[in-house]
């Protein structure tokens, strides 16, 4: 069965940094893709960063709202994916949810329950 | 980056009815699009994938079409299970980008 386990959400004051691990199980995770997601509270839908697997390069993708604060990254021999973000913004404040992307079809697959992170001063 | 836009931003219909939400890609998608269903405090749940295929376990009341920019999703036979907001998401290119959102109300 696959899981995905995120943590590391929480209070944090802005400016400063916080990293969301996703705990994963059941697959093989360096074979596949990981995306992050996001959703402020009472918004709508936001997808925030991609990694594609080890056989593909470990390539990253970020949406611009998060580029050049926010870092994707993956340790596949923990089996973790981890999403270090910098100078946070009250604007960060959301539930993020961490995804594994199907192999055929990046919509399909499979969402965590997601970690909510608190930007306030 | 592709702008998606979604309406009717909120829907009222009653059980029984046929219910239809559109989705405008600011650029041909060809037919990389989804929809997902949420409700309050859960995690997103995909309905449909590459546009009009169902996903396993998805009720056939729910079916989409489309392709390129203009894509519907919609509910053949609304349930009182159906009030939910539903999104569409493009993934043909990045960033991947979501439509606003329709809540859909049952009345």
């Known amino acids: 069965e696959v899981r995905l386990v995120e943590s590391g959400g929480g209070l944090v004051r802005p400016g400063r940094s916080l990293t969301l691990s996703c705990v994963t199980s059941?697959?093989?995770?360096?074979?596949?893709?990981m995306s992050w997601f996001r959703q402020a509270p009472g918004k709508g839908l936001e997808w925030v960063a991609f990694?594609?697997?080890?056989?593909?390069?470990?390539?990253?993708e970020y949406a611009a709202s998060v580029k050049g604060r926010f870092v994707i990254s993956r340790d596949n021999s923990k089996g973790i994916a981890y999403l270090q973000m910098n100078r946070l913004k009250t604007d960060d404040t959301a539930t993020y949810y961490c995804?594994?992307?199907?192999?055929?079809?990046?919509?399909?697959?499979?969402w965590g329950q997601g970690t909510l992170l608190i930007v306030s001063s | 980056d592709i702008q998606m836009t979604q309406s009717p931003p909120t829907l009222s219909a009653s059980v029984g009815d046929r219910v239809t939400i559109t989705c405008r890609a600011s650029?041909?998608?060809?037919?990389?699009l989804a929809w997902y269903q949420q409700k309050p405090g859960k995690v997103p749940q995909l309905l449909i994938f590459?546009?009009?295929n169902l996903e396993y376990d998805v009720p056939s009341r729910f079916s989409g079409s489309g392709s390129g920019t203009e894509f519907s999703l919609s509910i053949s036979s609304l349930q009182t299970d159906d009030s939910a907001t539903f999104y569409c998401?493009?993934?043909?290119?990045?960033?991947?980008?979501f439509g606003q959102g329709t809540k859909v109300e049952i009345k």
């Open positions: 590459k546009a009009s």
């Open positions: 059941g697959f093989t995770f360096s074979d596949h893709d």
């Open positions: 995804t594994k992307p199907d192999y055929y079809d990046a919509s399909r697959g499979f």
């Open positions: 990694i594609s697997s080890k056989t593909f390069g470990e390539k990253r």
């Open positions: 650029q041909s998608i060809r037919d990389n």
């Open positions: 998401q493009q993934y043909d290119s990045f960033p991947w980008t």
